[in-house]
């Protein structure tokens, strides 16, 4: 329990960091948003959990597949505000447009035979 714990306080530490230096510059907090720091710490919790090479591998493997149709977020919330929609209204709308990006990306990897 106590294992967990940390891996959610440091997690947790991690995100409010980088909220906290995005207040302050705009460039910095979104570099530090996109390196894949949280993928980094869950290959390191799974690999310490388990010790099982092959779970983290395929992890980043499902990992990478799975970026791409996250990207639809970052391209719509911004397209959505400079337009003028309310910020909420945009969030809803750039999520509900990256889970059918999910599930189009789901849908074409199965078309495709990647098993993930």
Known sequence: MAYAAIK???TA???VAISEV???STLLG???ASLPITSLLAFVWLYGETGDVGKVASLSYSIFWY???SLVLFVVLPVLLARGFDF???LAIAC???VVAYAAMASILARF???L
């Open 8 to 10: 959610v306080l440091l």
């Open 13 to 15: 530490v991690l995100v």
């Open 22 to 24: 995005a207040k302050r």
């Open 30 to 32: 979104g570099i530090l």
């Open 67 to 69: 970026v791409l149709p």
């Open 88 to 90: 909420w209204l945009s």
């Open 96 to 98: 509900g447009l990256t």
């Open 113 to 115: 035979g990647v098993a």
